[in-house]
């Protein structure tokens, strides 16, 4: 059984292609492109880029993923490699780290519960609406 491991604009297909060749995994390549729509704010129909729908048997999905993971961790290294730029130091990818850390606690205090602010307004109401029937 085929289980649908994404779906994949024309440059995302050739990269996973790539992926799957070179672990040896066998794939089928369905053509989901939506063709084109009419666009209101155009008043013409528009073409839409091309969509496809990558599939693998369903005992392969997970080493298809692993696969893809490699193979993008590979390209990030050759493009690295290809600039010329030196490899982060420790220092740099320390700092990395810790950005990354205070990144995921300001969001973290952003996502605050807002029950006890609805309880403290709940609780004002419902003083002043006694406060106002008692009198």
């Not at 496809?52 to 993008?72: C, F, H, N, T």
């Amino acid at each position: 059984m085929r289980e649908q491991l994404g779906k994949f604009d024309a440059d995302g297909l050739a990269f996973v292609k790539e992926a799957m060749e070179s672990a040896g995994i066998e794939y089928e390549v369905r053509d989901d492109s939506p063709g084109s729509r009419y666009s209101v704010a155009g008043g013409r129909m528009e073409d839409l880029p091309a969509r496809y729908d990558v599939l693998v048997d369903a005992e392969k999905i997970a080493d298809a993923k692993l696969a893809i993971e490699r193979w993008q961790e590979e390209a990030a290294e050759a493009a690295l490699r290809e600039s010329g730029a030196p490899p982060p130091t420790a220092e740099e990818l320390a700092a990395d780290a810790e950005w990354e850390r205070q990144k995921l606690g300001d969001e973290k205090k952003r996502s605050s519960p807002v029950w006890p602010g609805l309880i403290l307004v709940g609780a004002i109401v419902g003083v002043v609406a006694w406060l106002l029937t008692s009198h």
